[in-house]
């Protein structure tokens, strides 16, 4: 199976802010990455797959880059609702595996 | 527009088994497969495996392979997850989602299933 390592655990920003989150796979996906979005008590939202291509309706300031085995979502001036967990998946091959998560805070 | 509406949320004893619907409208069901995703309370998230509603075909994380049975309706859109030998490990929050490859673009709501005498 491929592990995901996701970091930080957590983070704490204050608005306005850009803050990045990194995840590490065990071996080479090939970009085949999605980054999620989860609010308390809330489904998941897809931010990011691809590695890099923005979902529909995702707003500008989420970016994703990265390639082999090294991946990051970036948030450029955090807003309120951006305070949430974040997980990274990879999609290259069964079972598909996720991080374990960014809790992200305000400051 | 696009909806994945899960079951209530399920109390069932250790050891009973309990089966999660999941109907989807807004889209045509064959297109799409359907993923099962397990988060235990304040954990990540855990992909169980998916089905394909148009053929049948199941692909299962071999963790789930002997807990969880999926299958479809095609007659009314519903997927269903079938989780059996239940213990305090199997409580959580279970969401379908769907997809046409790897990554998944609309969830359900997630319904919790506890288990407890």
């Known amino acids: 199976d491929i592990q995901m390592t996701q970091s930080p655990a957590s983070l704490s920003a204050s608005l306005g802010e850009t803050v990045t989150i990194e995840c590490l796979a065990s071996?080479?996906?090939?970009?085949?990455l999605a980054w999620y979005q989860q609010k308390p008590g809330k489904s998941p939202q897809l931010l990011i797959y691809d590695a890099s291509s923005l979902h529909t309706g995702v707003p500008s300031r989420f970016s994703g880059s990265g390639s082999g085995t090294q991946y990051s979502l970036k948030i450029n001036s955090l807003q309120p609702e951006d305070f949430a967990s974040y997980y990274c998946?990879?999609?290259?091959?069964?079972?598909?595996?996720f991080g374990s998560g960014t809790k992200l805070e305000i400051k | 527009q696009v909806n994945l509406l899960q079951s209530g949320a399920a109390l069932v004893k250790p050891g009973a088994s309990v089966k999660l619907s999941c109907k989807a409208s807004g889209y045509t069901f064959t297109d799409y497969y359907i993923h099962w995703v397990k988060q235990s309370h304040g954990k990540s998230l855990e992909w169980i495996g998916y089905i394909n509603p148009n053929s049948g075909y199941t692909n299962y994380n071999e963790k789930f392979k002997s807990k969880a049975t999926l299958t479809v309706d095609k007659s009314t859109n519903t997927a269903y997850m079938e989780l059996s030998r239940l213990t305090s490990e199997d409580s959580a929050t279970y969401y379908c989602?769907?997809?046409?490859?790897?990554?998944?673009?609309?969830w359900g709501q997630g319904v919790m299933v506890t288990v407890s005498s």
């Open positions: 998946q990879n999609g290259l091959s069964a079972p598909l595996t």
């Open positions: 989602t769907r997809s046409t490859t790897y990554y998944f673009d609309y």
């Open positions: 071996e080479d996906i090939y970009d085949i």
